[in-house]
């Protein structure tokens, strides 16, 4: 008796499972490992208390310059040192006005930004993206958030840019990129530029970071975005470039006429068969006219004396019928 397919398969893996398999481990992926930073960070002040999202919350506006142009930054704790003074901005021709609130994500960023009291309207706008929004929101919910900062600040102001936000020692480098581009996208749907700062701080330079692995420590990181800051500001505000001028026409040649160039309504083709119709306007046609001939007509085809022998027949053949419709006996005989 035959056995079953499934008794065949049965045995087919005992056979597979007593011989020993060759196989080697996949290499462990190494864990992402938080370190710290050895950099200094000074102490942090306390702030008064926003009433619209519970967060410390300050806003620094220097008096009005009217030969500088003014620049608002708003963004979340990173901005503490420069607010604080413990970090200068460097001078020239641009003056900046911050408004900061640590711990805060994109939704109150916008809300401060909502309610923020300048008391003159600035020549730009840096959002700081918010890097808060890593450990509380989801990175679509985050694009939100995000997309709707953006809409907030480029109705207050013409000219907006995005100031992408340090790395963090903290939380795993893929998932900081994941936002990154997120924010990128957003940025860029929204015609709004997007300044990176990532590959500025190279994340095995410990010293650009303070002990707690999320800001940046006030003698090396926080420098250099000092300076980045100032870079974006100064090349979104920068006079566009001259256009080149247009170069000189050649001066004609001597001796060669100028070419009038007629534009209007194209002819109608020729057509190729002369004896055919051709359409000239809206369902018009116009004949062609005969084009005469090469070979001469010959209007003489017989002689006079065929031509009356011809008649003489015709008139006999008729009589001829005439007689036998009739019934008469006589014949007629034909010439």
């Known amino acids: 008796m035959p056995r079953a397919r499934g008794h065949r398969r049965a045995q087919a893996l005992r056979r597979r499972t007593a011989q020993p398999q060759d196989w080697s481990p996949a290499p462990a992926v190494p864990e992402f490992v938080a370190r710290r930073g050895t950099g200094f960070r000074h102490r942090v002040r306390r702030w008064p208390t926003s009433n619209l999202t519970g967060k410390p919350c300050k806003l620094v506006t220097p008096a009005w310059d009217g030969q500088k142009k003014m620049v608002f930054v708003v963004g979340d704790s990173q901005l503490r040192a420069i607010v604080d003074g413990y970090v200068a901005v460097p001078e020239g021709d641009l003056r900046f006005s911050f408004l900061c609130v640590p711990g805060a994500v994109g939704s109150q960023l916008r809300m401060e930004l909502l309610h923020a009291d300048l008391p003159w309207t600035p020549d730009a706008v840096c959002v700081c993206a918010p890097s808060n929004d890593?450990?509380?929101?989801?990175?679509?919910?985050?694009?939100?958030?995000?997309?709707?900062?953006?809409?907030?600040?480029?109705?207050?102001?013409?000219?907006?840019?995005?100031?992408?936000?340090?790395?963090?020692?903290?939380?795993?480098?893929?998932?900081?990129?994941?936002?990154?581009?997120?924010?990128?996208?957003?940025?860029?749907?929204?015609?709004?530029?997007?300044?990176?700062?990532?590959?500025?701080?190279?994340?095995?330079?410990?010293?650009?970071?303070?002990?707690?692995?999320?800001?940046?420590?006030?003698?090396?990181?926080?420098?250099?975005?000092?300076?980045?800051?100032?870079?974006?500001?100064?090349?979104?505000?920068?006079?566009?470039?001259?256009?080149?001028?247009?170069?000189?026409?050649?001066?004609?040649?001597a001796g060669a006429a100028p070419r009038l160039v007629v534009t209007g309504h194209a002819p109608v083709p020729r057509h190729c068969d002369p004896w055919e119709w051709s359409v000239v306007g809206q369902g018009g046609k116009a004949a062609r006219p005969v084009q005469p001939s090469a070979i001469p007509s010959n209007p003489v085809w017989f002689s006079g004396a065929m031509l009356d022998a011809m008649e003489k027949l015709a008139r006999c053949c008729q009589e001829a019928q005439r007689s036998k419709a009739a019934g008469a006996g006589n014949t007629v005989t034909c010439p």
């Open 134 to 253: 890593l450990v509380s929101r989801t990175v679509d919910k985050a694009a939100l958030d995000f997309c709707a900062l953006l809409t907030t600040a480029c109705s207050s102001c013409p000219k907006v840019f995005v100031l992408d936000f340090p790395p963090r020692l903290n939380i795993e480098p893929g998932l900081q990129e994941l936002l990154r581009q997120e924010y990128r996208r957003v940025a860029a749907r929204m015609g709004v530029p997007y300044v990176p700062v990532a590959e500025h701080f190279p994340l095995h330079r410990l010293q650009l970071w303070c002990p707690d692995r999320v800001h940046l420590s006030d003698s090396d990181g926080m420098t250099v975005l000092v300076q980045l800051l100032w870079d974006a500001a100064s090349q979104q505000l920068a006079p566009p470039p001259p256009r080149p001028p247009a170069p000189p026409r050649a001066p004609p040649r």
